[in-house]
């Protein structure tokens, strides 16, 4: 189906018949409670879970029944999504505000990727072997055994998690990833030798403030401590401007390229993610491309009914769009996926956090939900005292593995997944005032006292969420859940009929932190701005040491 006749039919989300029917069973089944589904339906967990790439989605924790799934797929089919997910994976331009592309599947595709990937990929994985191999020298000939990866956004967050999550366990470079200027650099560089460590610049257009920022100091380092004569020994480059990255210093062999088809936070499957291979091996990397890859070709052929990235996409509009959930919490347990919530609250607060469709014309309707979330043995102990008895209900998305990761024994594996499992069941089913009154009892509480602690100790239950169990966290799986999360992302962003891949709020906050700069080094109080903004900036110059 052509575009043009996509973007007709998908003129107004609120006025379609799904829609409507959707409003309508929303008020039917609202005030039924999970507890009462799941007494009602033995078959539920099987009813409502499905499998693929080594990946189980459980969504049977979600407020839905088969009607309500029924509902959801025919929305999507009125919105056309299945062509949009074929105009995504061909590499139509489907950033239409930018007019380009946004192929990050392309990047992952194996033989079928475009020469250039391949070539670039080839040139990566020849530069991270020799670096792990101890082949690249530093100054005075000494073996690189550093490397600094200098990002922000996308440039890091992507990298800086498959690279926690799946770094080779054999003794070799570590990787540091630095996002901040000041401290956290400073902090970085004290711990290395300057002639035996590598910095990897990661900038499109290498411009970006904070990174360059971080380049500057870091090259002053290296030079202070030996490395300048042989300073472009000791940098590398990932960016769409290699004439920049020259002037900078950077060797032209060692200057990998970007592409304006891939948005920063979907650019860990590009030469972003150089150090991502460099912490894992070749090899591994290669693992986690085809990981993604793996859960593309289901996204693509999988009928939509047992298709998980649309399945998570939709059961979490529900929660949003109809029961007014407007945040969700997404929650990892065991070692290595600590950083996934971050790289996540990019993904989908860039992609969806938008209040317009296609036509330009305001949303009628809610689109994205605030994301945060962070390791689960750490939250039980913090937030999720507000996810069990707080007014807000809040879907979780919980993730764990049924096997340890290496070097975790199976023991604490064990308990960090009972632990999962007895919160999602938990947050599902609660705890009546009548079960705690009667466990208190039976604990030898007056019966007057027990009465009284009761609805304090209540849980209301029928807080909703999804567990996606990986096999094992490897590399491959790791691939197929962050791939899983874009094509989530987009599925949502195609009913909504939004544009996944801009971020104009990001940019004007660039450009107005651009624009405030001199105002700092000026003698005049700044008056160009409002009254606030005015004030905080006189304020900063007068109370200057």
Known sequence: M?????????????????????????????????????????????????????????????LVVPETMDLLLALARERDLEPRIAELLAGKRVNFTEKRAAWHTALRAGEAAPHEVRRTLESMRAFAGALRKGAL????????????????????????????????????????????????????LAALDPQATLVIIQSKSFSTQETLLNARAARAWLEAGGAATERGTHLAAVTANPAAARGFGVAPERIFPMWDWVGGR??????????????????RFDDLLAGASSMDTHFAKAP??????????????????????????????????????????QLEMESLGKGVNRRGQPLRHDSGAVLWGGAGTEGQHAYFQMLHQGTRPVPVDFIACRKPRAGTDDDTHTVMLANCLAQSALLMQGVTAAETEQALLRQGVPAREAVRLAPHQALPGNRPSSTLLLDALTPHSLGALLALYEHRTFVQSAIWDINAFDQWGVEHGKRLADS??????????????????????????????
């Open 137 to 188: 020298k530093g100054a005075g000939g000494r073996p690189i055994t550093g490397v600094i990866s200098l990002g922000i956004g996308g440039s890091a967050l992507g990298p800086a998690l498959a690279a926690n999550a799946c770094a080779a366990d054999d003794g070799g470079i570590r990787v540091h990833f630095v996002a901040t200027p000041g401290e956290p650099l400073a902090r970085t």
């Open 304 to 345: 939509l009914e047992r298709n998980l990235p649309v399945l998570s996409a939709l059961t979490g509009l529900w929660h949003s769009d109809f029961h007014a959930m407007d945040t969700r919490a997404v929650i990892p347990y065991g070692s290595g996926l600590e950083l996934l919530p971050a790289w996540l609250q």
């Open 516 to 545: 405030l700069l001199p105002e700092f080094s000026s003698a005049a109080p700044a008056t160009a701005h409002d009254a606030s903004t005015n004030g905080l900036v006189n304020y900063v110059k007068t109370k200057k040491p």
């Open 2 to 62: 052509p575009a043009g006749q996509i973007r007709k039919r998908t003129a107004a989300l609120t006025r379609t018949p799904a829609w409507r029917a959707l409003t309508a069973h929303h008020k039917a089944w609202r005030d039924r409670h999970l507890r009462e589904l799941f007494a009602a339906d033995p078959q539920r967990f099987e009813r409502f879970s499905a499998e693929a790439c080594g990946l189980l989605l459980d969504y049977s924790k979600c």
């Open 266 to 283: 979907y650019s860990l499957w590009s030469a972003v993610g150089l150090p991502a291979m460099i912490a894992m091996g070749a090899d």
